[in-house]
């Protein structure tokens, strides 16, 4: 379990991150498809493990098989503008939104999507 944890926390958690990092940060975080390729998109949230880890508990709440978070969180929202594996290029966008996440025993473990409209 310990290390689906530690790759969501590669992936998806960047405190300092900015739009303009996509590409190096995912780069250097290596962050691909399973079969090596580039990925579509990929959201980092700019927080601490220490405010994303609590959806799985009391910041958060149900949202369909995943856990939503009860507040908004800053994105960096990273989308595949073109290259090649090894090579992949990113735009970022920033924004405030809910998190949709998949815990398990306790631990977020996938991310998701943002949830554009705060039900």
């Not at 580039?38 to 609590?54: H, M, S, Y």
């Not at 959806?55 to 073109?82: H, Q």
Request: net charge positive; with cysteine; hydrophobic share 30%.
């Amino acid at each position: 379990m310990k290390t689906r944890y530690q790759k969501f926390i590669n992936q998806h958690i960047f405190q300092r991150m900015s739009v303009d990092r996509c590409t190096s940060v995912i780069a250097s975080r290596r962050i691909k498809t399973a079969d090596n390729e580039c990925k579509e998109t990929n959201t980092f949230i700019r927080a601490t493990t220490g405010l994303v880890k609590p959806i799985c508990d009391r910041a958060g709440e149900p949202y369909g098989e995943m856990t939503k978070s009860t507040k908004p969180f800053d994105i960096v929202v990273c989308k595949l503008k073109g290259g090649r594996p090894g090579h992949c290029e990113y735009r970022g966008n920033a924004y405030t939104r809910k998190i949709a996440i998949r815990c398990e025993q306790g631990l977020p473990v996938h991310f998701d999507r943002d949830i554009v409209n705060f039900e």
